[in-house]
């Protein structure tokens, strides 16, 4: 059977055909073989269901209709702004400051998508005439863009917690720590790449300058007070935090800065509709597969065959770092956490691994992977965003790559960069 729905995924992937369709054919040909009578495909489809069920996956369309608001709006300039007047002077500081720009606008968002185009678009064409070469700053875009799988809120996150049962709340404030770290590298590293290539500074501005940006910033400021402040508060539950952020979005973006008008709410509704949905099938596709091999047994013969099992926690977290980043290397990373979560279950459970600090690793993996050749998914957004090829967009990534890894290698060796403030909030 195994054989079979494997060989199946791979043909109808290599057809051309979209994700779904090879996961709910495989999930049907297992439903097929495993349950006889007309009850198979009634429990398909009771599977499928069962996957968009929890309440919790209603922060998902949340998150993404407030991104989506944001992105239309002035939230994004205001915040690179700000960024800006305080280190845009300093050597690579215009890197540097759109590194943290698509760090704050991803503590916004939770989206990467949303990121790179909120971001990339008004600061390429500065890095540009800064003397920055392209491949440089669409590698740092897209890779900076991905620290919002890691900084709260991530939509990674909410189907990783829902997938296993692991609280979103621990996962977003434990995805603070190593989402700052790499903002860290990623900032050492242009400032290195400027002092190289002896790009000029950027004029340093007035501290009234600085005053007015960050007066400017204040609003959008208040989005992450929301989702940290208000989870490590106690004061929301993440559902509820993402319900906040749209209002917050709404009342800024349409009454505070007026940027938006009651025409653009057809369009952006219709643009959350068609993400949403696409998110929504792919998870509960992905649960009624996920559910099929684990009836079957197959996470654990394959652990038991590949020897995993036996390789103790560090072992186990290393398949996994490599299972994902590999996988996200081919694949959509929500279809990958869907699938190979339920795989690696049992090691996580036999191992005693702290659920959140896997769920930080794999959400890190699945960072790392959307922005790798051959078929990261930020790198297809950054060519239709920027309209450059696709060896002009990946060119500049191996740095990047390399300092992602030695983050996840950091994070196995010191977990406490992950779980300090999880332990903080929550212990």
């Not at 995924?9 to 979209?18: A, R, S």
């Not at 369709?21 to 097929?32: E, K, M």
């Not at 503590?107 to 990121?115: K, L, R």
Request: aromatic share 10%.
């Amino acid at each position: 059977m195994t054989t079979i729905m494997v060989t199946t995924m791979i043909v109808l992937l290599l057809l051309g055909f979209p994700m779904m369709i090879p996961l709910i054919t495989a999930s049907a040909i297992g439903f097929y073989m495993m349950f006889s009578g007309l009850g198979q495909m009634e429990t398909l489809i009771q599977q499928m269901m069962a996957g968009i069920r929890p309440a919790s996956l209603i922060a998902v369309p949340m998150f993404i209709l407030a991104a989506d608001i944001m992105t239309r709006g002035q939230s994004a300039s205001r915040l690179i702004d700000m960024v800006m007047s305080f280190i845009g002077h300093v050597k690579g500081g215009l890197a540097v400051s759109t590194a943290a720009s698509c760090t704050l606008f991803g503590a916004v968002s939770g989206s990467t998508q949303a990121t790179v185009v909120a971001v990339g678009s008004p600061l390429r064409p500065r890095m540009l005439k800064a003397g920055y070469s392209d491949s440089f700053t669409l590698a740092l875009i897209i890779n900076s863009s991905d620290i919002a799988f890691l900084i709260p809120p991530s939509i990674g996150m909410i189907i990783y917690g829902v997938i296993s049962g692991t609280s979103i709340g621990e996962l977003f404030i434990a995805g603070i720590g190593p989402g700052f770290m790499i903002l860290m590298m990623f900032a050492a590293y242009s400032m290195i790449y400027a002092t190289v290539k002896n790009v000029p500074t950027e004029p340093k501005a007035s501290w009234g300058e600085r005053g007015r940006a960050v007066r400017m910033a204040l609003w959008p400021l208040g989005f992450p007070v929301i989702i940290v402040g208000g989870i490590y508060g106690g004061i929301f539950s993440p559902t509820e935090a993402a319900a906040a952020c749209v209002l917050y979005a709404v009342f800024l973006e349409f009454l505070v800065f007026r940027s938006l008008k009651v025409n653009d709410i057809y369009a952006i509704a219709k643009s959350t509709g068609l993400i949403t949905a696409v998110v929504f099938i792919l998870v509960a596709v992905g649960n009624s597969f996920s559910w099929i091999i684990s009836f079957a047994q197959i996470p654990q013969a394959i652990l038991e065959t590949v020897g995993v099992n036996e390789a103790g926690p560090t072992g186990v977290l290393i398949a996994i770092c490599i299972a994902f980043f590999v996988a996200c290397m081919f694949v959509d990373p929500i279809v990958v956490i869907l699938v190979l979560t339920p795989i690696f279950a049992p090691a996580i459970a036999s191992t005693g691994l702290d659920p959140v600090l896997v769920g930080i690793l794999i959400t890190l993996q699945v960072a790392i992977g959307s922005a790798t050749p051959p078929f990261g998914c930020d790198i297809f957004t950054a060519i239709a965003i920027f309209k450059r090829p696709y060896w002009d967009v990946i060119k500049g990534t191996p740095p990047f790559i390399f300092m992602l890894i030695l983050a996840a290698v950091l994070l196995i060796m010191f977990p406490q960069i992950a779980l300090f403030l999880r332990d903080i909030a929550f212990r």
